[in-house]
């Protein structure tokens, strides 16, 4: 039987990419949280593969040495380009131009009127910037994103939520002028936008992109490999970017620090890695949903992330002290067995005094799980071996498999 490259080689707990300033926020806010089983990497990675059998990173370096690692944490840019919108004229705009990720050090917003084309995080960062020192700023929807000062109901609370947006006024600080009309052309003074049959030119002096980024088209599709052997390309569309700049749906344990705050960035990393500490478990992604509304949504301030609970998803995994059974199984749904593989985990409750345990079920691709009949009927039986119990299927989860529980004696032998 042929062995996974690198399974056989020893685990370790974290693994930071890059020892340049991403580098080394993350392993200080790994500290600060009392993480200190970090191995540092500064030497180039060229391929990464989730392993969802053990919830672990498969990372192959330039001089073909593969290191395994439970957590990734990517302190650069490994594959994802600042990505600008093809629109028409914008070569022979006179003025500066630049995406908010590729930041001028050189740039002086003061007395300029500046134009922003789109609003993801990372023109977020900035925006408040500009918004003190130059002449003017004007923000110019583009999708995903979509401006909306005002809503049909409710007005007020609408202006409200724009307002929180903005954020409150410091002193004599302006707010941005917004456009939500799409963008014609770029001419060589500024944008045309146009609203049916009319448009309008708004002058600028700068223009500053936040739309996001993008996969270049030659990366190899073995460069980075996510869960259920998905590569970056198929999970990643132009203009997206990854939740708060740190997490992408479809990379479990795998987080970015790439800026503009990597400070930030990195101290909420720390906080995703305590929650999965915690909960003893050995995977974390961030939920499809959260990540959705994080790229549909305006940035006209710096980002907030939610709490880690609210935006990730967090599989169990068993504690030291628990009973624990990972092998073949049988479902059992509404008359009808399911072979299947599970791995539980379970212990007794002090407080009522009956055993607990929950895990995860794991269906072949050949014999998956009857989706619609899970929707009608949660009650299902387990069976290991001889052993039989009742059992509730709690959830679906990110990645396709299932949440199973149960009250009283498990399915598994208890030594």
């Known amino acids: 039987m042929s062995q996974t490259p690198g399974l056989a080689e020893p685990c370790h707990r974290i693994a930071i990419i890059g020892a340049g300033a991403g580098g080394r926020s993350a392993q200080a806010a790994l500290q600060a949280a009392g993480i200190t089983e970090v191995a540092m990497l500064d030497r180039e990675v060229l391929r990464a593969r989730f392993h969802d059998g053990t919830d672990t990173w498969l990372l192959t370096t330039a001089d073909d040495e593969v290191f395994r690692a439970r957590v990734v944490i ?35 917003p003061a007395g300029k009127r500046v134009a922003v084309i789109g609003t993801d995080a990372t023109a977020g960062h900035y925006i408040p910037q500009l918004i003190d020192s130059a002449a003017s700023v004007t923000v110019f929807a583009h999708p995903p994103r979509r401006i909306v000062p005002e809503l049909p109901l409710p007005t007020t609370r609408a202006k409200r939520w724009l307002r929180r947006q903005i954020g409150p006024a410091v002193g004599n600080r302006r707010a941005p002028t917004l456009v939500g009309s799409a963008i014609s052309t770029i001419n060589p003074s500024g944008i045309r936008t146009t609203d049916g049959s009319d448009y309008m030119d708004h002058d600028a002096d700068a223009i500053i992109y936040g739309t996001g ?12 490999v996510g869960a259920g052997g998905l590569a970056i390309r198929q999970m990643w569309r132009d ?20 800026g503009p705050d990597v400070g930030a960035q990195a101290r909420y990393v720390a906080k995703c890695l305590r929650v999965m500490e915690r909960r003893a478990s050995t995977r974390i992604e ?49 008359g009808t067995e399911h072979p299947v593989r599970v791995r539980l985990a379970g212990r007794l409750d002090p407080i009522d005094g009956r055993y607990h345990w929950q895990g995860t079920v794991f269906s072949s691709s050949s014999q998956p799980l009857p989706d619609e009949a899970l929707k009608q009927a949660r009650d299902a039986t387990l069976t290991v071996g001889p052993h039989s119990a009742s059992a509730r299927i709690i959830e679906r989860t990110p990645w396709g498999t299932h949440t199973v529980a149960g009250v009283g004696a498990p399915p598994y032998a208890l030594r």
């Open 213 to 224: 980024f993008a996969i270049p088209d030659r990366t190899s599709d073995t460069t980075l």
């Open 74 to 108: 990517a302190a650069y840019r490994p594959v994802q380009v600042p990505w600008l919108p093809d629109i028409a004229g914008a070569n022979g705009f006179r003025g500066v131009s630049f995406h908010a990720a590729q930041w001028r050090p050189d740039f002086d």
């Open 239 to 258: 203009g997206v970017e990854p939740y708060f700049g740190v997490a992408l749906h479809g990379l479990p344990n795998y987080f970015f620090v790439g």
């Open 286 to 334: 961030v939920r499809r949903s959260g990540q959705q509304v994080f790229n549909e949504r305006v940035y006209m301030q710096p980002a907030q992330p939610h709490r880690v609970t609210s935006a990730f998803e967090l599989s169990s995994s068993a504690g030291q002290n628990e009973r624990t059974y990972d092998g073949a199984a049988t479902l059992t749904i509404a």
